[in-house]
C-alpha cells in the first residue's frame, strides 16, 4: 500500500475509534456499543469504564511508531488545540492504552482528569466509585450519554 493509500485509509476509519476524550458527542454514542454491558469487570475496563478498541488509530501509529500515521493522529485527535502540542514531534505522539503498564503515558492520558482522579483513589474503575454519579468531571459534562451508560453499568456491577 502507498503512503498516500494508507493515510487515507488511516483517516477514514479513524474516527471511529480512540478514546472516548477526544471524541465529539455523536462519535462517543458510536462508542456506546463497545461497552461491557454484561458482567462489568472493573479490571478489564479503562478508568471510565471505556474499552479501548483494538483497531484504535492512534494506538496503531504508536505501536508501528510510523511518523506518518502519528501525524495524522496528531491532526485527528487536535492535539494542538486540546493539548496544547503546538508542534508535532514523532517521539512525543503515542498512546498504547489507558492502563499501559509497561508503555510510556502518552499526553492525551496524562490531561484525563478521571483517569488521574481513579488512579488516586486506587480504584480500576469509575464504576467502584460512590460518587460516580454526582462526579462533575469534565469527561462526564462534555459526554452524558456515556457518563449514563457507565452508571447503568455500575448498577449492574454492584448488583453482581
Ligand atoms: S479514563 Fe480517560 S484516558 Fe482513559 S479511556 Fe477514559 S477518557 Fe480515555
Ligand atoms: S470521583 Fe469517582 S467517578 Fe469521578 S472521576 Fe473520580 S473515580 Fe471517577
Redesign the pocket.
Known sequence: MTNLSKRRNFIKSGLAAG???LLTNSVSARLLSHLQVENPDPKKL???G?TCPNDCKFLIASEKNDPVLKKEAYEIWEMKTRFGVTEFDPDKIYCFG?KTKNKPVGI??QK?D??NCAIDKNLESCIECKDLKTCEKD?WKKFPDFKNAIIQMQVKYLKN
Open positions: 478514546c472516548t476524550l479503562n478508568y471510565c471505556h489507558c492525551r492520558l484525563c478521571v483517569r469527561l
